[in-house]
């Protein structure tokens, strides 16, 4: 009879361990961050935080989405709102329960719905709160580029390598060779 008493209590005890860590699994897996889903219009790939994204795509807080000259996107927060990007935009986006917020360093951003305003940050420093159906364009344009050389940088390069070649044959074939160390005597031990 003892036996009987003893396998009950052990499996309940098994039991009561395997619902403890069940449910504690669950609250763990139970997770506070608000996601959104990117849309891509036309049939470029839009980059979110440097990497090519295409349509479907799960978009979290504090991530840059950049759209090509030919694409365009809408992000789909769910009841939080909607916002299209423009072709040829690029822009830091955050968001969480309470509203939408971003940094606009290109192109065009639309409210196409939303709980409350959108609040923009423009590259100049203003600040905008943008309501359903309005916009804020950027005059900015991306520049991969941080100079204005129109290509020629390398013509600069190129002058100074080749200044360098011609000094170095212009010393190897001169007849006087004290440039590179002159008629200087070797003693080798080894003879």
Same mark, same amino acid.
């Given at each position: 009879?003892?036996?009987?008493?003893?396998? %009950?209590?052990?499996?309940?005890?098994?039991?009561?361990?395997? =619902?403890?860590?069940?449910?504690s699994m669950v609250a763990l897996a139970g997770t506070e961050?608000?996601?959104?889903?990117l849309l891509v219009s036309g049939k470029n790939i839009v980059k979110v935080n440097g990497e090519a994204a295409q349509n479907g795509r799960s978009i979290f807080s504090s991530s840059t989405i950049a759209t090509p000259?030919?694409?365009?996107?809408? =992000?789909?927060?769910?009841?939080?709102?909607?916002?299209?990007?423009?072709?040829?935009?690029?822009?830091?986006?955050?968001?969480?329960?309470?509203?939408?917020?971003?940094?606009?360093l290109s192109g065009r951003v639309t409210?196409?719905?939303?709980?409350?305003?959108?609040?923009i940050k423009m590259i100049d420093g203003k600040i905008l709160n943008l309501n359903v159906g309005e916009s804020a364009a950027s005059n900015a344009k991306q520049d991969?580029?941080?100079?204005?050389d129109k290509g020629f940088g390398w013509w600069w390069w190129a002058l100074v390598f080749g200044g360098a070649v011609a000094g170095v044959v212009y010393?190897?074939?001169?007849?006087?060779?004290?440039a590179l160390g002159g008629?200087?005597?070797?003693?080798?031990?080894? %003879?």
């Open positions: 009879m003892n036996s009987k008493v003893w396998i %009950r209590k052990a499996l309940s005890m098994c039991l009561t361990v395997a =619902i403890i860590a069940t449910y961050k608000v996601a959104g889903e000259k030919e694409a365009g996107a809408i =992000i789909n927060l769910g009841k939080i709102g909607k916002i299209q990007l423009a072709p040829d935009t690029t822009l830091s986006l955050s968001f969480s329960e309470k509203g939408i917020s971003g940094d606009l409210v196409l719905s939303a709980s409350h305003a959108v609040t991969d580029d941080d100079d204005d010393v190897a074939t001169s007849d006087s060779n004290t008629s200087t005597t070797v003693f080798s031990p080894n %003879r």
